[in-house]
């Protein structure tokens, strides 16, 4: 079992940034690429970024390259998001999940998920 619980989610100004962290317990995540999804209103849930377990390549949805980084910090089983360049597109729940990455895209065939943070970007 893996539990996840996600922290820093906000309200934040277009053209902000806000930090988003995920602490896991449980069972060892060195099997496991982690990363962060999301659903806005009214919308389906899509991934938003992935980091392997193996090499830490990290890979984006297009729609949040080079304003979202993922990083992992595998001894203290946290991930985070730093989100800049904040859009009101991106007001959503942000997941912390259990990530892998296909040709397909990113996905969570682990079926680990955490809460959810809240995301607000308005002025």
């Known amino acids: 079992q893996v539990q996840l619980v996600e922290s820093g989610g906000d309200l934040a100004q277009p053209g902000g940034s806000l930090r988003l962290s995920c602490q896991a317990s449980?069972?060892?995540?060195?099997?496991?690429?982690m990363g962060w999804f999301r659903r806005a209103p009214g919308k389906e849930r899509e991934a938003v970024s992935c980091?392997?377990?193996?090499?830490?390549?990290?890979d984006y949805a297009d729609f949040v390259k080079g304003r979202f980084t993922i990083a992992r910090d595998k001894a203290k089983n946290t991930v985070s998001l730093q989100m800049d360049s904040l859009e009101s597109e991106d007001t959503a729940i942000y997941y912390c999940?259990?990530?892998?990455?296909?040709?397909?895209?990113?996905?969570?065939?682990?079926?680990?998920w955490g809460q959810g943070t809240q995301v607000t970007v308005s002025s």
């Open positions: 980091i392997s377990n193996r090499n830490d390549r990290a």
């Open positions: 449980g069972e060892t995540l060195d099997y496991y690429g």
């Open positions: 999940a259990t990530c892998r990455v296909t040709a397909a895209g990113i996905s969570n065939p682990y079926l680990y």
